[in-house]
């Protein structure tokens, strides 16, 4: 899953998108869950990026807008901003497992207009820095003992992305994901705080979001659900597969923009959203917030956010989450 670009030097200057003479007015990056999860890190960074590096010229504003970890985002957008040309929403692979599971209500991959990537992030599965779980076949064995018996919860019911996370090491386990213990939470930073308060023993989360007490030593890394190691602070951090257990989870995160947002307002953002991969400046910030090189914009992530719901789809029919 990971991408990676050749970026042109020569190309990368520091001057206010444009797009047929389109220029936001006030614009709003909004965040579709609490803050402290993924979707409040890839509007921060990137209305910051977008700002510092002068790309866009209005200084960009966060919103967070929880409910449904983007369901109340999507139906926002939809019922009162549907030719916003102004706003941009903050959108994961998890955004397109919801779609995929009818947890957005009645809208899908097609009632939105898919913008680009900032990069990609991996599942984690987290423990208490004193948890008797000291690698994941110690957690395994727990699971396979009694399902419920681990108390388990992040962000999303079940069939979310973050369920989905903790369900294929179910499955790896040989146990029915549908026995787990699980607790949803709205968004990373609130099921960290139910980690760090013993209201739960283990959270499949986001590398991305988990970083930051792991490096403060608040919190041990079981696995990693990527094919690699990650490189940096996780380098030690094994994953999944080194340990047994086929479980990958790569989490791809970007942004999408209102269904009937004009197309000079798309373009602009598209472009923009391009010219910040291509910027010199932005790895160092995107790796500092857990993130990994994944550029995408346009057409491309469009016709990518569209065939990874349809596959998440049928892979729910497949598991009895939703109706044939």
């Not at 929880?66 to 929403?89: E, F, K, S, T």
């Amino acid at each position: 899953m990971q991408r990676r670009a050749l970026l042109a030097a020569t190309t990368l200057l520091p001057l206010p998108a444009t797009a047929q003479g389109f220029t936001p007015q006030n614009p709003e990056c909004i965040a579709g869950a609490a803050p402290g999860g993924g979707f409040d890190i890839t509007c921060r960074l990137t209305a910051r990026m977008l700002n510092e590096t002068g790309i866009v010229g209005p200084a960009i504003r966060t919103q967070n807008m929880p409910g449904g970890i983007g369901a109340v985002a999507i139906n926002h957008i939809n019922a009162q901003r549907r030719a916003d040309p102004n706003v941009i929403v903050a959108v994961s692979t998890g955004s397109w497992v919801n779609m995929a599971t009818g947890r957005f209500g009645r809208f899908g991959e097609n009632d939105v207009r898919w913008i680009g990537t900032i990069g990609a992030d991996y599942g984690v599965i987290a423990v208490k820095k004193d948890s008797a779980f000291q690698n994941l076949g110690d957690l395994v064995t727990a699971l396979r003992a009694n399902p419920a018996g681990v108390p388990m919860g992040a962000g999303g019911a079940v069939g979310s992305q973050d369920w989905t996370k903790a369900a294929l090491i179910a499955r790896a386990a040989g146990v029915d994901p549908r026995r787990m213990r699980y607790v949803p939470f709205e968004g990373g930073g609130q099921t960290l705080a139910a980690l760090l308060g013993g209201h739960i023993q283990m959270a499949p989360v986001d590398a991305s979001e988990a970083r930051g007490q792991f490096e403060a030593g608040e919190i041990r890394l079981l696995a990693v659900l990527s094919a690699e190691r990650l490189p940096g602070a996780m380098a030690a951090v094994p994953t999944a597969k080194e340990q047994g257990f086929e479980a990958e989870w790569p989490i791809v995160r970007g942004f999408y923009g209102p269904p009937q947002m004009p197309d000079a307002a798309y373009n602009f953002w598209v472009e923009a959203i391009r010219k910040l991969q291509q910027h010199p400046a932005f790895p160092e910030q995107r790796a500092a917030q857990g993130l990994f090189e994944f550029n995408m914009s346009g057409a491309e992530f469009d016709a990518l956010a569209k065939r990874r719901t349809a596959e998440f789809r049928q892979l729910a029919r497949d598991v009895g989450l939703i109706s044939q």
